[in-house]
């Protein structure tokens, strides 16, 4: 697979460890007025600490930025281990439901509300993924094709997902897909991908 999402660091581990399966998304600037679309059902989490910054998440998880990127071999070098499957998603353009998903992933209530008011279209995407990680990172050069403000990559060389499994158990996941469907008042067909 070589379809890679680009997201903060940060974001990253909260969905490696399971404390979170969202995945909230305006679209970059590099993605022009239509803003993020859904392009592909499964892909590569791509950690960036590109515009991250501390203050924008939660308390308990500011750390998280300095432990990632501690863990880089160098600068150059990209760390790929985890891909999510999308197992529900919607387009939120009501920023209360969008402040409905609270609790469930690790940004501060502020930046759900910039985000969703960012141009003039006021919506969010909001995504429920499966989590899978491979049992060692994959290490990628980095490459200036993967920079700009934008959410899908595609990498130069493909990774396989063989030997993956999911961070959260089937149980767990179901019931945590349950609150994200919940909140955004979908029921257990709409919004799922095949």
Same mark, same amino acid.
């Given at each position: 697979?070589?379809?890679?999402?680009?997201? /903060?660091?940060?974001?990253?581990?909260?969905?490696? !460890?399971?404390?979170?399966?969202?995945? *909230?998304?305006? +679209?970059?600037?590099?993605?022009?007025?239509?803003?993020? !679309?859904?392009?592909?059902?499964?892909? /590569? *989490?791509?950690? !960036?600490?590109?515009? $991250?910054?501390?203050?924008?998440?939660?308390? @308990?998880?500011? &750390?998280?930025?300095?432990?990632?990127?501690?863990?880089?071999?160098?600068?150059?070098? =990209?760390?790929? $281990?985890?891909?999510?499957?999308?197992?529900?998603?919607?387009?939120?353009?009501?920023?209360?439901?969008?402040?409905?998903?609270? @609790?469930?992933?690790?940004?501060?209530?502020?930046?759900?509300?910039?985000?969703?008011? /960012?141009?003039?279209?006021? &919506?969010?995407?909001?995504?429920?993924?499966?989590?899978?990680?491979?049992?060692?990172?994959? =290490? =990628?050069?980095?490459?200036?094709?993967? +920079?700009?403000?934008?959410?899908?990559?595609?990498?130069?060389?493909?990774? #396989?997902? &063989? #030997?993956? !499994?999911?961070? *959260?158990?089937?149980?767990?996941?179901? #019931?945590?897909?349950?609150?994200?469907?919940?909140?955004? +008042?979908?029921?257990?067909? $709409?919004?799922?991908?095949?």
């Amino acid at each position: 697979m070589r379809e890679a999402f680009k997201e /903060w660091a940060v974001v990253v581990r909260a969905l490696a !460890t399971g404390r979170q399966i969202i995945i *909230l998304r305006k +679209g970059g600037i590099s993605e022009g007025r239509g803003g993020f !679309t859904m392009d592909h059902p499964k892909f /590569w *989490l791509f950690p !960036t600490l590109f515009h $991250q910054q501390n203050d924008m998440v939660i308390d @308990g998880q500011e &750390d998280a930025a300095a432990s990632i990127a501690s863990t880089r071999p160098d600068e150059s070098s =990209i760390p790929i $281990q985890f891909f999510a499957r999308v197992e529900s998603w919607k387009r939120i353009d009501s920023l209360d439901e969008a402040l409905s998903l609270a @609790g469930q992933h690790v940004w501060k209530e502020s930046v759900i509300r910039e985000r969703f008011d /960012w141009s003039r279209r006021k &919506d969010i995407h909001a995504l429920a993924v499966r989590v899978y990680a491979l049992p060692r990172p994959v =290490i =990628i050069p980095d490459s200036e094709s993967y +920079g700009g403000c934008r959410s899908w990559i595609q990498l130069d060389e493909p990774v #396989s997902t &063989d #030997s993956a !499994t999911p961070v *959260l158990n089937d149980r767990d996941f179901e #019931s945590r897909l349950g609150q994200f469907e919940m909140a955004l +008042g979908l029921h257990s067909h $709409q919004g799922r991908k095949a």
